[in-house]
């Protein structure tokens, strides 16, 4: 019988069409991965994958059983968090992912709080793209994940933290709109955005549905900060979300903030897998982040 070694050594081939970069993430040489693919094959009975001086590739049914491994070793991970959540599940690893436009402004904030009620937990923090958000989470690469809606999260177990708006951001010398809402953001032109990907691009887009907002196509970002100097250059106009302003993403600049009361806000939640066995932990941590934006929120009322 093949064991989840051979398994996660076919994966490791699949994701880098190499057997030399394969051996390096499976931490074995070479000749141990190659002899590991050559042993399930002849236990399977089958081709799994071809081989030329060349390139690697998997056969189809090499393609069918890697869909297949990485559900078994999905599964196999789920036992061992179960049996480690039985154990202690508020201590170990945490693997968090974020899109840049909440993790930055959020986490570090929230950090203290879940550092004094869970001090046994260790944080990682990676910052990706939603589809990658989400394709981790299920590939198990990642324990929860902390998204934007509207977004299409299929099964996932949804937790929502706080609704977050937007700010209309305008060059320090252009003239001061004289209203808040729709009104100053439709006086204000053409928007500058983040590129395409960033589910905040299409968020921002839809802050007003019933308008069709245009967004510059000569220019597009790759980060918030990114805007935010091109804005204090005098080069445009962007939508800033309220989570990012009240971190301070403007506090060093020269840009000129406009309310936007009325603008459709995105909802911000935290995601995990449905049979995740840390779920009590994930609810808890639900609260922590709850609880700092409230203090946020707090803080910044205080010295308004």
Request: glycine share 6%; aromatic share 4%; hydrophobic share 45%.
């Amino acid at each position: 019988m093949f064991t989840l070694r051979h398994l996660q050594f076919l994966i490791a081939v699949a994701d880098t069409a190499s057997f030399s970069r394969a051996a390096d993430i499976s931490f074995v040489t070479q000749p141990t991965l190659s002899a590991g693919i050559k042993e399930l094959e002849d236990r399977l009975g089958v081709q799994l994958i071809e081989r030329t001086r060349r390139s690697v590739m998997l056969t189809p049914l090499g393609e069918q059983i890697v869909a297949r491994a990485r559900a078994l070793l999905l599964d196999a991970k789920e036992i061992e968090d179960l049996a480690r959540a039985h154990q202690n599940p508020e201590e170990g690893d945490l693997r968090l992912g974020a899109i840049p436009t909440i993790g930055p402004y959020l986490i570090p904030q929230a950090l203290p709080l879940i550092r004094v009620q869970f001090p046994g937990l260790r944080l990682y923090l990676r910052e990706e793209m939603t589809e990658a958000l989400i394709e981790g989470l299920n590939a198990g690469r990642l324990d929860l994940i902390l998204i934007a809606l509207p977004f299409d999260t299929g099964s996932l177990e949804i937790a929502h933290l706080f609704e977050d708006g937007y700010q209309l951001a305008t060059p320090p010398n252009a003239p001061r709109p004289q209203t808040t809402g729709h009104s100053a953001l439709e006086d204000a032109g053409q928007l500058m955005l983040l590129e395409k990907g960033h589910c905040l691009q299409r968020h921002a887009l839809q802050a007003y549905p019933d308008r069709n907002l245009a967004q510059d196509e000569t220019f597009a970002a790759t980060s918030l900060t990114t805007l935010v100097a091109m804005v204090s250059e005098g080069l445009g106009v962007t939508l800033l979300p309220n989570l990012a302003v009240d971190a301070g993403i403007v506090s060093k600049s020269t840009v000129r903030l406009t309310p936007l009361p009325d603008a459709c806000p995105r909802q911000v939640v935290l995601a995990w897998r449905q049979n995740s066995a840390r779920a009590g932990l994930f609810e808890k941590l639900v609260e922590l982040l709850r609880q700092s934006r409230l203090r946020q929120d707090i803080h910044l009322s205080g010295r308004a």
